[in-house]
């Protein structure tokens, strides 16, 4: 990894996997309670 990999103003989020796929039903971030 390096510097300015996913471009500029670029941010990486570690969640789980239970958060990853509630965020991605939702569209945006979210927990697995709110879906």
């Known amino acids: ?5 996913q471009g500029r103003g670029g941010r990486t989020h570690l969640v789980s996997p239970a958060v990853a796929a509630a965020t991605a039903i939702a569209g945006h ?3 697995p309670a709110d879906i």
């Open 1 to 5: 990894n390096f510097e300015g990999r």
């Open 29 to 31: 971030f979210a927990t």
